[in-house]
């Protein structure tokens, strides 16, 4: 992953979208964890910083005792939550500035865990072998992955349509798959994973801070569609006024899109 295909926004410019992503998808990461056996004075890896709460959620299972180990490839992010964290006295955290693609862990961790990182790779496979180096054997590998198949508005909106287009379209051309999280079932178990637990959750929203995720989301991506001639300025400025009322009408029911989870073992043999 580089910054050439990553199309949201990072650190501080980003904090706000990331706060409405965790208010949506935080608590399936709490049921996540609740499966994971977590132990005082464990090691775990985090790939991808997030907003941060991933992170904390984990150091209150694990205690002051316990490691954990950050890696992310934005600067910008790995700083604002070493900052965030820090700021609530979390400070056994190591941070690695890095590409997941290409870093290899050392077999040390006892849990290594990601959250919305692989739709942004070109090499998602790559990403999930490298997170089993961070782990010894029989250990756990947990994952949640997006899929955009799933963005839904009812009544229908164009926006919406729109939206769901673009998205599927600059993946096309930047060579990602923003729908990875259906196929992470699948690719894990290739990997010999001993899968003990998966789960897809599609999140109903209603609220106006739900239903300004995907406006803030277009909002951030819209030079990226701009310059890749998907849509024109004036195109743009329509849908986000349209995701701007739909926001504020309580009656209309929105999803941001599927969150897929796996759980599993590392088995002996690698």
Same mark, same amino acid.
Request: glycine share 6%.
């Given at each position: ?12 410019? @980003? ?33 991808? $910083? ?5 992170? /904390? *959620?984990?150091? !209150? ?8 180990? $950050?890696?992310?490839?934005?600067? /910008?992010?790995?700083?604002? @939550?070493?900052?965030?964290? /820090? ?15 290409? +870093? ?33 054997? !029989? ?8 899929? +955009? ?14 939206? !769901? ?16 999280? !259906? ?26 801070? *739900? ?16 310059? *890749? ?24 029911? *929105? ?16």
């Amino acid at each position: 992953m580089n910054n050439r295909t990553y199309i949201l926004n990072t650190g501080s410019e @980003t904090e706000h979208r990331l706060s409405i992503l965790e208010k949506i998808y935080g608590e399936y990461t709490t049921k996540l964890f609740q499966e994971i056996n977590f132990q005082k004075g464990m090691k775990v890896a985090v790939i991808g $910083c997030g907003s941060g709460s991933g992170i /904390e *959620q984990i150091y !209150k299972k694990i205690g002051k005792d316990g490691r954990i180990l $950050c890696v992310d490839i934005s600067p /910008e992010q790995t700083s604002l @939550t070493k900052n965030i964290l /820090e700021s609530k006295g979390i400070n056994n955290v190591d941070y690695v500035v890095a590409d997941i693609e290409e +870093y290899i862990g050392n077999s040390d961790y006892d849990v290594v865990y990601c959250r919305f990182v692989l739709i942004h790779l070109h090499n998602p496979i790559i990403a999930l072998k490298n997170m089993l180096s961070f782990i010894k054997e !029989k250990s756990t590998i947990a994952c949640e992955e997006h899929s +955009y198949e799933d963005i839904f508005n009812y009544p229908t909106s164009n926006a919406i349509d729109k939206y !769901k287009t673009l998205l599927k379209k600059i993946s096309n051309i930047l060579k990602l798959d923003y729908a990875f999280g !259906k196929k992470l079932y699948y690719e894990m178990n290739l990997l010999d994973i001993d899968i003990s637990y998966v789960k897809k959750c599609v999140p109903l929203c209603n609220s106006y801070d *739900q239903k300004t995720l995907l406006l803030l989301s277009l909002i951030e991506e819209k030079n990226h569609f701009i310059s *890749q001639n998907l849509l024109r300025e004036g195109e743009i400025e329509g849908m986000i006024q349209e995701m701007k009322t739909i926001a504020k009408k309580k009656e209309i029911i *929105q999803s941001p899109g599927s969150v897929f989870q796996c759980i599993g073992k590392k088995k002996s043999n690698h």
